[in-house]
């Protein structure tokens, strides 16, 4: 048990206090905590703390069971913050919903809880703050994720939501009883609870409106332009409180260079960038970066690609060494099997990238793609380099807002499996597809064993077959002697035609090696059923990515 992990999630949510998805929380803790009695929010904090674990521990699950994408549970999640905003807002409706937290409160006592206004009612809205509080459950979902992948105790994943939950519930309850104590010192406020409420109410909703569409906002703002056409004189989205670089631990093997340390850096500019070389969107990065690693070497720029493995087979140091010289990487790549270093730095995402001025302080971090014109004006900017950067001739993989997610394979993350039985864990299994495979959902022909990080098909008849949207398809695969296999592929029951990807040869695709395949290319981004067949036992998948 990482006990290290458990009190950094705990601080973290200490920390999002500071954040400002905690916006529109706070008042709503204060306002259903002033007109109740003391002991309301102690309930408040138990309830959100239970309903927001409960709610992280089971999201894939109500994801996938809903058959919905996380950005629309973010927006309805905002949508019902405004609808208990409104609530509070209106005395009506305000005097209903305190009648429901009571009939609650009530049913509550029956097993001993508090009665009007104490801890039953307060659990009733605790639990909905939690439910309805996703904004925030990025940072927790990650290192879950995390501990996954370094295959720690599902029980170790459970502790960390929670501290991390209770984390955050430590603020919230200071602030609800520093806010009694101020309602009962001060008698004018208690006499004006109906308009304390109703201030509350407006803050709600002007948080609300804030993270819905605080971006657009800005926008609107007379002389305020985007990020892309602000000068770059001057380092852009910095980090408010800049801290000292953590250093490479742990780390297997260097390539392209000698051992490093942070000490040994100082006087350059710094760029660490977090990836492994089967993941999509750190693909799509890699030309980004070694054009930066060509263009300001010279000029003290010093780029490190800390390789943090996804999978087992990106452990190989054979098979990162061939993605090394396959992706044109020049620059220093430490080899971080442990994930020592990955977590040294508290990293949480790939692809992550950590700038670093001369000084060895962190003053930028970028996680996930996009936002390549903001980190090369900083690093212009830490390098002495005046004006903007002329726009890079890089080839890159785009992305696109409506299409088909990643999607895992090995029974650790599966998801959208449609077929029977349902997936049995480490078993060598006979697999048969359903009759109709819903959209963004796969299934499985023939026998097939099911491992934690991926499947593996047991003879030449297993077929696997994905329902998608999108213009690009990959696969992550390699075959478990080693050897070369081929495989055939299908779009929509007819041969790939015009919509081969690049790896694909006449309708067949020769695994080499564990890596990322090109399976299709259509073109534009449209709805396709994808059937994968095997020659021979072995084919290993282990998920499916997407792009535009």
């Not at 999978?311 to 992706?327: L, M, P, R, W, Y």
């Not at 030449?460 to 695969?477: E, G, H, Q, S, W």
């Not at 029951?493 to 259509?522: C, F, R």
């Amino acid at each position: 048990m990482n006990t290290l992990d458990i009190g950094l999630a705990f601080v973290e949510g200490l920390a999002l206090i500071a954040s400002p998805c905690i916006l529109p929380v706070l008042p709503l803790v204060l306002s259903t905590s002033i007109e109740g009695g003391k002991a309301r929010p102690f309930g408040i904090v138990a309830g959100f703390v239970a309903a927001f674990s409960a709610f992280v521990l089971l999201s894939r699950e109500i994801v996938e069971a809903l058959h919905v994408d996380p950005d629309v549970i973010r927006y309805v999640s905002l949508g019902l913050l405004c609808a208990l905003g409104l609530v509070l807002l209106f005395d009506k409706l305000a005097e209903r919903f305190s009648n429901l937290t009571q009939g609650a409160a009530d049913f509550g006592g029956k097993f001993g809880a508090e009665g009007k206004g104490g801890f039953a009612s307060g659990i009733v809205i605790g639990a909905l703050i939690g439910l309805v509080w996703t904004p925030c459950a990025g940072p927790i979902l990650a290192a879950v994720l995390v501990q996954v992948i370094r295959q720690q105790t599902d029980a170790q994943g459970v502790l960390v939501t929670v501290a991390f939950a209770l984390g955050a519930g430590v603020p919230m309850l200071a602030i609800a009883l520093t806010g009694q104590k101020l309602m009962r010192r001060f008698g004018f406020l208690t006499q004006h609870t109906q308009a304390a409420r109703k201030i509350f109410a407006v803050l709600i909703l002007a948080s609300v409106a804030y993270l819905g569409f605080g971006d657009n906002l800005q926008a609107l703002i007379p002389g305020r332009a985007p990020a892309a056409m602000q000068a770059a004189d001057r380092l852009e989205n910095p980090l408010p409180a800049p801290y000292p670089a953590p250093d490479f631990v742990g780390i297997r093997e260097w390539i392209n260079s000698p051992p490093l340390k942070i000490s040994d850096l100082k006087g350059k500019v710094v760029l660490v960038d977090f990836w492994t070389y089967s993941c999509i969107n750190c693909v799509r990065t890699l030309p980004y970066i070694t054009a930066w690693d060509r263009k300001y070497r010279d000029k003290g720029l010093v780029i490190i690609g800390v390789h943090a493995p996804e999978f087992e087979f990106e452990k190989n140091i054979d098979n990162i060494k061939t993605a090394v010289a396959h992706d044109g990487i020049a620059y220093p790549v430490a080899v971080d099997n442990d994930l020592a270093t990955w977590l040294n730095f508290k990293n949480r995402y790939w692809p992550a990238h950590y700038l670093i001025d001369r000084n060895g302080q962190v003053v930028y971090t970028h996680f996930g793609e996009g936002d390549y014109d903001v980190t090369e004006n900083n690093i212009r900017f830490l390098l002495g380099i005046k004006g903007k950067a002329e726009a890079q001739a890089v080839t890159a993989l785009p992305t696109g807002a409506h299409q088909t997610q990643e999607t895992y394979l090995g029974y650790a993350r599966a998801e959208h499996y449609s077929g029977m039985p349902f997936l049995r864990r480490d078993e060598i299994m006979l697999y048969q597809r359903k009759p109709v495979l819903p959209e963004n959902y796969w299934s499985l022909d023939g026998p097939w064993k099911i491992e934690r990080e991926k499947i593996t098909a047991q003879n030449d008849n297993a077929v696997l077959r994905l329902n998608f949207t999108a213009r690009k398809v990959f696969l992550v695969m390699g075959t478990a002697d080693g050897k070369p296999q081929n495989i055939s592929l299908k779009l929509n029951g007819q041969p790939l035609g015009n919509s081969a990807g690049k790896d694909v040869h006449g309708d067949i695709i020769t695994i080499t090696g564990h890596t990322l395949y090109e399976l299709v290319d259509q073109g534009t981004s449209q709805n396709g059923l994808l059937e994968i067949s095997a020659s021979s036992p072995g084919l290993e998948a282990y998920a499916f990515t997407f792009g535009n």
